[in-house]
């Protein structure tokens, strides 16, 4: 008999079918693992003046300036409340060929679960002028539904320009200033 582990081995990574699950309020999210970088503990975000209601700012990843956005506000909710269970969930989104990793504030990070294709229903349409394009589906985990992302849909490309030059600027702002001399 082959372990699971053994199985998942041979299976390629495109179909393993993972999704890391996490909390926005009282409702479960998941996105393909495939697209997660890594989790941190919710940590200090530098605010950015002039940018949209969405993006919290951005934090230092390992000398590194990465975006920070609030699912929450993102997807017309309430924003994440700060507890000890937040986290910043690093992605990497591609828009039209650009790419650029984004930190995505969650209330919690649950599970990585396993969602078989035959356990995921098409995105609901709701008909009117609610948009639904950044839902991948309705994943069965259990007895419950949870939302599966389309990471890259929830950001379009002028918001990721925008997010880079968030990035940028602060990196400009945070770099070591040029000795200058003065004279009296």
């Known amino acids: 008999m082959v372990s699971n582990m053994a199985a998942m081995q041979q ?8 999704y890391l699950c996490f909390m926005l309020s009282d409702k479960r999210y998941a996105a393909n693992i495939l697209r997660i970088k890594e989790i941190m503990e919710h940590m200090e975000v ?12 951005v934090t230092n990843l390992r000398g590194r300036v990465v975006p920070v956005i609030d699912l929450g506000k993102r997807l017309g909710m309430d924003a994440v409340s700060i507890g000890r269970r937040t986290c910043i969930v690093i992605m990497e989104v591609t828009v039209q060929g650009s790419s650029m ?3 995505i504030m969650v209330d919690a990070v649950n599970q990585v679960a396993d969602i078989a294709p035959d356990q995921i229903e098409s995105a609901p349409s709701f008909g009117g002028n609610l948009s639904t394009e950044f839902i991948e589906g309705m994943g069965k985990v259990g007895d419950a539904f949870v939302v599966l992302l389309n990471i890259d849909r929830l950001l379009s490309l002028d918001d990721l320009t925008l997010l880079g030059d968030a990035g940028n600027m602060t990196a400009q702002v945070t770099a070591p200033a040029e000795q200058v001399e003065v004279h009296s």
């Open 11 to 18: 299976q390629p990574v495109e179909e393993l079918n993972k």
């Open 46 to 57: 530098t605010t950015i003046p002039m940018m949209p209601e969405f993006l919290c700012g």
């Open 101 to 103: 990793d984004v930190g």
